[in-house]
């Protein structure tokens, strides 16, 4: 049974950093894409950035890019995103995803339990 | 970046109705779309893939079918459980979107 279980909830200062942290288990963990994608406060869904866990190759929202960067660590079967220089509009839940693997950069069949990240001043 | 227009933004339904949800993608995709249900403080769950390929372990009530670049999602018979919001995602590139997402309410 796959499972994606995030690291908790974060309030950070504006123009910090913060890092979340994805550990999944049930499934051979380089064999898929991991995704983020964030939801701000009763909003929808916006794509941030991808990793291709067996070579580590990345892709980032162009809103995002220079500012965001998504690692895995196959040892551990974790992968983390970082978003640096905080600002207010990126309090938001983050979510990590597993990409199904059929087209391009989807679907996402199973997700982690998300991780609210707070900006304040 | 592929723009996904969703609609209608609220529907108000009963148990047993019949619903329909519209995505409408800025471009062709290909039929590279999801929809994915959400209900509150949970993440999203995966429902339909590749247009109309129904998710292991979904409720054939679920069905979905694409004309073009117009894609539609149809709840038959809405049961108790199904009072969430949805949403349609396009995969077809390397910059995924999503639809802005609908409120199914009991009426």
Known sequence: QV??????????????????????????????DISWARQAPGQGLEWVGR???YNGKTKYAENLQGRVTV?????????????????????????CARVKGLGVAGPFDSWGQGTLVTVSS | ??????????????????????????????GWLAWY????????????????????????????SASGTEFTLTIYSLQPDDFATYFCQQYSNDFPTFGQGTKVEIK
């Open chain 2, 37 to 64: 249900q959400q209900k509150p403080g949970k993440a999203p769950k995966l429902l339909i893939y590749k247009a109309s390929s129904l998710e292991s372990g979904v409720p054939s009530r679920f069905s979905a």
């Open chain 1, 71 to 95: 690692t895995a660590d196959t040892s551990t079967a974790t992968a983390y995103m970082e978003l640096s220089s905080l600002r207010f509009g990126d309090t938001a839940v983050y979510y």
């Open chain 2, 1 to 30: 970046d592929i723009q996904m227009t969703q609609s209608p933004f609220t529907l108000s339904a009963s148990v047993g109705d019949r619903v329909t949800i519209t995505c409408r993608a800025s471009q062709s995709i290909s």
């Open chain 1, 3 to 32: 499972h994606l279980v995030q690291s908790g909830a974060e309030v950070k200062k504006s123009g910090a950093s913060v890092k979340i942290s994805c550990q999944a288990s049930g499934y051979r963990f380089s064999s898929f």
């Open chain 1, 51 to 53: 990793i291709t866990v």
